[in-house]
């Protein structure tokens, strides 16, 4: 069965200092991977997604991440963190021989430190 | 964006009391999910559909049915309302396929009492 897990409920950084968020997977097939966003008392909206095309993948306000098929990982970075970077972000995984299933992690969220 | 509207955004009701949340997409997405979003648990997934009267159960169905009649409209029912479907609900779609982007509606807060 697809299982997401995000290691870390809370994360907090420092403005200006390194974010990583890390997110493993277990699929017996490769999967499409993403990463969403939620700020309070919204929706989720897409950070970026893997679909095989680049390991490395950019995504919005300066996030990365890197798909790591021997790990099963799919952490996300950002090189130097904003206080506008403070909101709740989730790892999420989709078979890719399928298109119904989408599966969350728990969700971790980003605190910034002034 | 999708244009994904839920209603009602906010509802407080009593235990035992029926409850339907609608989902309303103007993109003609095939896709359609209900997710709860709770503290500690993130989003688990309660029905979703891949058309018009194709649904299936998720991870956490119990106590809950959905009804899609039109590619647009997709229905979430509490038969009877407990506390513990006391929650944050978010409806969310796609087209499927090499995308698999979901689209998020703004989401309904339900407190039952």
């Known amino acids: 069965a697809q299982s997401v897990t995000q290691l870390g409920s809370h994360v907090s950084v420092s403005e200006g200092a390194l974010v990583l968020l890390r997110c493993n997977y277990s699929?017996?097939?490769?999967?499409?991977l993403f990463w969403y966003v939620q700020y309070p008392n919204q929706g989720l909206q897409l950070l970026l997604k893997y679909t095989s095309a680049a390991t490395l993948v950019k995504g919005i306000n300066g996030f990365e991440a890197e798909f790591k098929k021997s790990e099963t990982s799919f952490h996300l970075t950002k090189p130097s963190a904003h206080m506008s970077d403070a909101a709740e972000y989730f790892c999420?995984?989709?078979?890719?021989?399928?298109?119904?299933?989408?599966?969350f992690g728990k969700g971790t969220r980003l605190h910034i430190l002034p | 964006d999708a244009g994904i509207t839920q209603s009602p955004r906010h509802k407080v009701t009593e235990t035992g009391t029926p409850v339907t949340l609608r989902c309303h997409q103007t993109?003609?997405?095939?896709?359609m999910y209900w997710y709860r979003q709770d503290p500690g648990h993130g989003l688990r997934l309660i029905h979703y559909?891949?058309?018009?009267?194709?649904?299936d159960k998720g991870e956490v169905s119990d106590g809950y049915s959905v009804s899609r009649s039109k590619t647009e409209d997709f229905l979430l029912t509490l038969e009877s309302a407990t506390s513990s479907q006391t929650s944050v609900y978010f409806c969310?779609?796609?087209?499927?396929?090499?995308?698999?982007?979901?689209?998020f509606g703004e989401g309904s807060r339900l407190t039952v009492l």
């Open positions: 699929s017996s097939v490769p999967p499409y």
């Open positions: 999420a995984v989709r078979p890719a021989n399928r298109d119904d299933k989408i599966i």
């Open positions: 969310a779609t796609t087209t499927g396929g090499d995308t698999g982007e979901l689209f």
């Open positions: 559909s891949y058309g018009v009267k194709d649904t």
């Open positions: 993109e003609n997405h095939r896709y």
